[in-house]
Nanobody, 115 residues
Framework: QVQLVESGGGLVQAGGSLRLSCAASGSASSITAMGWYRQAPGKQRGLVATITSGDNINYAGSVKGRFTISRDNARNTVFLQMNSLKPEDTAVYYC?????????WGQGTQVTVSS
């Protein structure tokens, strides 16, 4: 089992920045990938960014050049630095961690960008 604790969401004006963190504990030594997804009201949950244990990174096209994903392997923590935020980035952001055996979701953190 892997437990995830997210932090860093909040309310920000358009053009501002936020940094999300997700710390994994439990069977974290078997993690193969970490990432962030988001779900806006009335929409399906979708990919924001992922990073593998080999540091392969993938971004959704809508966030490329504005968001940066990184990880601290020693602390089993993944970060999402979000710059130049837009109102359309408003959503609940979910951390996801994959191991060799299963995938785990965080509880979600609200990000609201006002215009």
């Amino acid at each position: 089992q892997v437990q995830l604790v997210e932090s860093g969401g909040g309310l920000v004006q358009a053009g501002g920045s936020l940094r999300l963190s997700c710390a994994a504990s439990g069977s974290a030594s078997s993690i193969t990938a970490m990432g962030w997804y988001r779900q806006a009201p009335g929409k399906q949950r979708g990919l924001v960014a992922t990073i593998t244990s080999g540091d392969n990174i993938n971004y959704a096209g809508s966030v490329k050049g504005r968001f940066t994903i990184s990880r601290d392997n020693a602390r089993n923590t993944v970060f999402l630095q979000m710059n130049s935020l837009k109102p359309e980035d408003t959503a609940v952001y979910y951390c996801r961690v994959s191991t060799r055996y299963a995938g785990y979701w965080g509880q979600g953190t609200q990000v609201t960008v006002s215009s």
